[in-house]
């Protein structure tokens, strides 16, 4: 029998889990850079936080939800995304009172989807929000972060920014109508798929995938036409603001998300090379969402991003940590060995032991590793009080004391 992980989710170790880690440690500095708070929220909720916000007719709250009866029969989900639960968080714990408030979270949500490259049912995503703001600028400087990250993260992979405003609610009400209209006319030509939304959602046919309905959208009506003076001023805004702050863009009229509660800026960062699933971030603003989690009625924005996505571009880096192999020849010195593990990690200096007993085996497993210095403890060295330092790149070796030795592995 194979033991496998359930289907769409996978271990973390080795390199992956090491660049995991690096790419957090980027994520925290820049986020503390730009002054944001981490916060961490259970990993389920009540149902209800998900099924009226994400939109009751959204591919996730119809499919994709991991929802259970707890043994009081109270429904609870599995977290699919991370912007409800920490507006429930900042509601609950009072992280609304000085606005605006600048939350970052990281973790893992679950969706269930079909898996395929860069698409798991778990997942790891970092959330930025900004309670509280409806200044373009915030929305710029959200834009501005997720482009700081992914410069630094993936250096001189090639990512581009996609932006377009959804306009009020008022507007997307309108909008979905005017969509309802025209894609009935063409009701028979749309894919099955499609067809099904026309009533319901007929923003998410704008980005099937199926060709006949790439062809239809073509000629789909334009939001823009449709904008209240006000939210055409703010997507001006958001637009000259990127420009200055020197971020290019693509302004793409059918960008449209997959959950319900965005309205006015909406954007995505996406990458060629990742297949299908090209998006690394997506966000955009909420305004009213935070009213209806049972908050106050205060304006929100902010962003998610795939971290398993992110680590599929990533080139790997080397764990630079462990380069030292302590080396028992003998099972006689177990005893100055264990002291000397001690020490060494008493001063901060890593090092790797493997029971073995075998300078042979030790040395050559050493090598296999990639270590660049065995400390090698035999009866010479217990009697001696000493160790005897190799340099497995070039093999010398010669005896130290443990202050000199200490001195000569700090370097
Ligand atoms: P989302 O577009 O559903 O937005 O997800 C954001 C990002 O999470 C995606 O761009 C992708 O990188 C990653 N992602 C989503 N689903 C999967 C999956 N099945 N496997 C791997 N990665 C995935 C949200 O979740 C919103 N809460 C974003 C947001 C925050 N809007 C405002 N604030």
Redesign the pocket.
Same mark, same amino acid.
């Given at each position: 029998m194979k033991i496998q992980p359930v289907r769409g989710t996978h271990d973390l170790f080795g390199e992956e889990l090491n660049k995991t880690k690096i790419i957090e440690n980027i994520i925290r500095k820049i986020a503390n850079n730009f002054d944001f708070n981490e916060i961490i929220t259970p990993i389920f909720e009540s149902s209800d936080l998900f099924i009226k916000p994400l939109g009751e007719h959204s591919d996730v709250v119809l499919k994709e939800m991991y929802t259970f009866n707890d043994r009081n029969n109270s429904s609870l989900t599995l977290r699919p995304?991370?912007?409800t639960p920490i507006i429930r968080a900042a509601i609950s714990n009072r992280l609304l009172e000085k606005l605006p408030t600048k939350l970052f979270a990281i973790g893992s949500?679950f969706?269930r989807?079909r898996p395929q490259k860069?698409?798991?049912?778990q997942?790891n $995503?970092m959330?930025f929000?900004i309670l509280g703001s409806d200044d373009a600028l915030a929305d710029s400087e959200l834009i501005l972060i997720a482009k700081k990250i992914l410069d630094d993260l993936l250096l001189d992979k090639e990512f581009k920014l996609y932006i377009n405003s959804l306009g009020d609610r008022d507007t997307l009400k309108a909008y979905k109508k005017e969509l309802t209209n025209f894609f009935n006319k063409y009701k028979k030509d749309l894919s099955i798929d499609s067809q099904s939304k026309i009533d319901a959602n007929p923003l998410r046919i704008l980005d099937s995938k199926e060709n006949a309905d790439i062809k239809i959208c073509k000629d789909a009506p334009l939001i823009s036409k449709l904008y209240s003076y006000e939210a055409s001023k703010q997507f001006d805004e958001v637009k000259n603001l990127l420009s200055s702050s020197g971020i290019e863009f693509i302004q793409d009229n059918f960008l449209v998300?997959? &959950?319900d509660y965005y309205c006015k800026t909406v954007f995505?960062f996406k990458n060629s090379d990742l297949g299908s $699933?090209d998006? &690394?971030?997506?966000?955009?603003r909420?305004n009213g969402l935070i009213k209806a989690i049972g908050g106050p009625d205060i304006p929100g924005?902010?962003?998610?991003?795939?971290i398993?996505?992110i680590t599929l571009l990533k080139e790997s880096e080397k764990n630079e940590n462990l380069n030292c192999h302590l080396i028992l020849i003998d099972e006689k010195v177990k005893n100055y060995g264990i002291e000397t593990l001690k020490k060494l990690n008493d001063k901060g200096l890593p090092v790797y032991f493997d029971y073995k007993y075998n300078l042979k085996k030790s040395l050559a497993y050493a090598n296999k590793k990639e270590a660049k210095f065995a400390i090698i403890i035999g009866e010479d060295e217990l009697k001696g009080k000493s160790y005897t330092l190799k340099d497995l790149n070039n093999s010398n070796q010669q005896k130290f004391n443990f202050n000199e030795l200490i001195l000569k592995l700090s370097k």
């Open positions: 995304e991370y912007t949500m969706r989807e860069g698409r798991f049912r997942f $995503q959330n929000e998300r997959g &959950l995505e $699933q998006t &690394l971030i997506g966000g955009g909420y924005v902010g962003w998610a991003g795939g398993e996505r």
